[in-house]
């Protein structure tokens, strides 16, 4: 059972909204990212954060903003949603397992739908 | 930059078949780590597998088993003994240990299991 938890679910808002999709976790991991998924179903990282008050841009440009006040919340947030924002929003996070294993672990996704 | 190619956008086979999956993938890197997701269409990400760069030993999980080729930069993932539970989009995916450890992913390979 996952640790890491999204809201919403899912989301239908119209052109112009303010949002923000929530994301905790409760392992206490320093590295956080948002990943979004477009209906193609690939993944692209577009943000993600080392640790409290670290917030770095991924590899897909995105409009979107995120903080990071506290190590277990990490918000996303459109300032204004437009359709082409429409997507599945992942977050995850991850530790170094005693293994040797970096583990990372996915909450359930928001599926936001922007019309 | 680091980059993972699935050329199967969607395979099928009959149930209790075996499949392989490919994967290829670019880095720069000596030690990385490999992966293989599994999201039903429930959307939640599950790890199936993964395999850590420096090991030359392939991993296995029960019916799954990774064919890792270091030079070629390929790691592709065999199901054995196929089952209906295992329809879903498989993922391959790299992470580097250097830097915010990201995660990059593959384009995805959709996988039905049919009766």
């Known amino acids: 059972e996952a640790d890491i938890y999204q809201t919403p679910r899912y989301l239908v808002i119209g052109t112009g909204k303010k949002i923000t999709l929530e994301c905790s976790q409760t392992?206490?991991?320093?590295?956080m990212y948002w990943y979004q998924q477009d209906p193609g179903m690939e993944l692209h990282l577009i943000h993600y954060?080392?640790?409290?008050?670290?917030?770095e841009k991924g590899d897909l440009s995105s409009e979107s903003t995120v903080s990071r006040i506290r190590t277990e919340h990490f918000p996303l947030t459109l300032e204004s949603a437009r359709p082409s924002h429409t997507s599945q929003y992942l977050c995850?996070?991850?530790?170094?397992?005693?293994?040797?294993?970096?583990?990372?672990?996915f909450g359930s996704g928001t599926r936001l739908t922007v019309v | 930059a680091q980059t993972v190619t699935q050329s199967q956008p969607e395979m099928s086979v009959q149930e209790a078949e075996t499949v392989t999956l490919s994967c290829t993938y670019d880095?720069?890197?000596?030690?990385?780590?490999l992966f293989w997701y599994k999201q039903p269409p429930s959307r939640q990400m599950i790890l199936v597998i993964r395999?850590?760069?420096?090991?030359?030993q392939n991993a296995t999980e029960n019916r799954f088993s990774v064919n890792f080729q270091k030079a070629a930069k390929s790691f592709s993932l065999k199901i054995s003994d196929s089952q209906l539970g295992d329809t879903a989009m498989y993922f391959c995916?790299?992470?580097?240990?250097?830097?915010?450890?990201?995660?990059?992913f593959g384009q995805g390979t959709r996988l039905t299991i049919n009766p």
């Open positions: 995850a996070s991850s530790e170094l397992l005693s293994s040797g294993f970096y583990g990372y672990t």
């Open positions: 880095t720069s890197e000596n030690n990385y780590y």
């Open positions: 954060s080392y640790g409290v008050n670290s917030t």
């Open positions: 392992m206490g991991h320093d590295k």
């Open positions: 395999q850590e760069a420096y090991k030359q």
């Open positions: 995916a790299l992470l580097s240990i250097q830097g915010a450890q990201k995660l990059v």
